[in-house]
């Protein structure tokens, strides 16, 4: 529990300067989905599948580099990319003399660039709209704090399994404190954003109170299927960076469709 602690002391000192300073935001994005995108194929090579590693880590840094610069790729040049993609993967399989599960290789692979690189890269996106810094900061708080009021109340008061065969060690006393935590930070944050009202702002600390909590589960989910405790060890008390940033995956683009859609 200490390096738990310090771990997470020490990684909410470096979000706060990577959220104010937006250079060090590119920075820190690019490099946990780069270490995250590496443990989640390190994970399913465990299950005997193998993965296009070098190409899903090249692609994995492109797409949050190329949204921090905001280059103009637009949706046909990013549908010919995906094609160009695509090709080459099957390209490299005929050149094989032996290789098993050709669809199952490169199907993990895809899926690892969009699961992670892509879903995680949106918090670029927010960082980048008017009020940005707060924004991120709004879902940073929500989000996270969800995980910590699950964990800390679900380790006091937890007795009944949220879904067993995903996580025994996850309660539904401890989802609901983290859904009620999630709600009460928010609220409290709602002060210091004006660009969205007051009721879209308690709507979307519910849809993040909950989804967050549906990113854990997704996590648990792959970690149960490939027989892993951690995604990663590189966290002292808190694993992988997997297990850091696996709700902020689902609450990043839920966030930002949420700003840029239904407003």
Do not use: H, N
Not at 130 to 151: C, H, M, N, Q, Y
Not at 157 to 186: N, Y
Not at 207 to 231: N, P, T, Y
Request: glycine residues 8%; charged residues 15%.
């Amino acid at each position: 529990m200490t390096k738990r602690i310090l771990t997470a002391f020490i990684l909410s000192l470096i979000t706060l300067f990577a959220v104010i300073y937006y250079p060090l935001c590119g920075i820190m994005v690019t490099s946990l989905t780069l270490i995250a995108l590496y443990e989640f194929f390190y994970m399913v090579e465990k299950k005997g599948v193998r993965l296009f590693k070098p190409f899903g880590l090249l692609v994995g840094a492109f797409i949050p580099v190329t949204i921090y610069f905001s280059l103009p790729i637009k949706e046909g040049w990013q549908f010919l990319f995906i094609v160009i993609g695509l090709f080459f993967l099957f390209s490299v399989e005929l050149t094989k003399k032996e290789r098993p599960q050709p669809v199952l290789s490169i199907s993990a692979t895809v899926f690892g660039i969009l699961y992670i690189a892509w879903c995680f890269s949106f918090v670029i996106r927010v960082r980048q709209l008017p009020e940005g810094a707060l924004l991120t900061g709004f879902l940073l708080a929500v989000t996270k704090s969800s995980d910590i009021g699950a964990f800390f109340w679900g380790k006091k008061f937890g007795k009944t399994p949220l879904i067993k065969r995903v996580s025994p060690q996850k309660s539904r006393e401890g989802a609901i404190s983290g859904f009620s935590t999630s709600f009460i930070i928010g609220v409290i944050f709602t002060f210091f954003i004006t660009t969205i009202g007051f009721w879209a702002k308690i709507l979307i600390i519910i849809i993040l109170a909950l989804v967050s909590q549906l990113g854990d589960l997704f996590e648990s989910l792959i970690k149960r299927d490939c027989q892993v405790k951690d995604s990663g060890k590189i966290l002292p008390g808190m694993g992988g960076v997997l297990d850091v940033i696996d709700s902020l995956i689902f609450t990043a683009p839920t966030f930002y469709l949420y700003l840029t859609i239904m407003q």
